[in-house]
């Protein structure tokens, strides 16, 4: 990697993996992934549930479950904080990179004042006094959209709607202004026109912070207008990656070209609707060869026999498939 690219990358994951220890044996959620994340790029990390792509960043910010264990590296700026003892991880989390969940009311403590929650973040982190923390906190709640914001300033969590929690979740993660802002999936429990304007809201501001955003979400169709790149998981692995519109126009991997065919789109009857046959594989016990071949329309004898491996196909383009769609224009040259 050359000096000026390191400058650039922000986030590193080298062969980082997750595993948890269950009664049942050991299940490993996420397997082998590496990702390289830059300053102020926006990546959509896209998979049906279960994949891994919410334990991949609970556990960049030590918020794994007891049972489970990361190994590989997560480089922050160099850094690996997998190694970091839970002090100096608080350090950074919080400051350096932060997250937005998908219930709001998780990340809310419901007996304290948003007041309360938003200053003591600045005090701890920025070393605000209490009235340059309030003016700052206020600020930030204008800017997220929150209207009368000096009166929802002194609420408790429970006075506000879904919409207003989860934006005052946004004016938290973002008072720090966050080199890495983790949003997973962000706008689920919200109405459709308020998911509109949460993901304008994660546009605008990440830009103007020049913020790296990572969005975590199983909804293909809400990361066209808010990611560069988008990175598919599917049963702990990442099986393809493209810039967001390399991969709309040409989905090389069989699970990515379903889920694009699954977005409901409004010429198109709900019959017409294509779903993925079957169900994703159990964890402790994944297949020998891919783990999409039980479920896979192209599959063949190589693909059960070992695994595939994240393979360039054109520039930026990666899949593990030993039988990607070619590109269109390939499509339309021998046609």
Not at 45 to 67: C, D, R, W, Y
Not at 181 to 195: F, K, S, Y
């Amino acid at each position: 990697m050359s000096h000026e690219t390191q400058k650039d990358t922000l986030l590193e994951l080298k062969d980082y993996s997750i595993t948890f220890k269950t009664p049942d044996g050991e299940v490993k959620a996420v397997s082998n992934m590496n990702l390289t994340v830059k300053r102020g790029e926006r990546i959509a990390i896209v998979g049906e549930s279960g994949s891994g792509k919410s334990q991949t960043f609970l556990g960049i910010m030590g918020l794994l479950a007891k049972n489970g264990k990361t190994t590989g590296q997560a480089l922050l700026e160099g850094k690996d904080v997998l190694s970091l003892k839970p002090r100096e991880l608080d350090q950074i989390r919080g400051k350096d990179m932060a997250m937005v969940f998908q219930d709001p009311m998780t990340a809310l403590n419901p007996s304290l004042k948003i007041s309360r929650q938003l200053t003591e973040q600045l005090e701890v982190h920025g070393g605000l006094t209490a009235r340059a923390a309030s003016a700052a906190a206020l600020d930030m709640l204008k800017r997220v959209g929150i209207p009368d914001p000096t009166r929802r300033f002194h609420l408790y969590p429970h006075e506000l709607s879904g919409g207003m929690r989860q934006r005052i979740v946004i004016a938290m993660a973002l008072l720090t202004r966050p080199k890495l802002l983790i949003a997973d999936e962000p706008t689920t429990a919200l109405d459709v026109t308020i998911q509109a304007q949460i993901l304008d809201l994660f546009n605008d501001l990440t830009a103007e912070m020049n913020t790296a955003l990572i969005m975590i979400t199983h909804d293909l169709g809400v990361v066209a207008g808010l990611a560069d790149r988008v990175a598919v998981m599917y049963a702990g692995r990442i099986v393809e990656e493209a810039p967001v519109d390399e991969l709309f126009d040409n989905p090389a991997h069989p699970y990515t070209a379903a889920l694009h065919a699954s977005i409901p789109r409004p010429d198109q009857d709900v019959d017409d609707l294509v779903v993925i046959p079957g169900r994703p594989p159990n964890l402790q016990h994944l297949p020998k060869g891919c783990n999409f071949s039980p479920r896979c329309s192209q599959v063949q004898d190589d693909c059960i026999d070992r695994p595939p491996l994240l393979e360039v196909l054109a520039l930026h383009h990666c899949a593990a498939c030993y039988h990607p769609f070619p590109r269109r224009e390939e499509l339309l040259n021998h046609g």
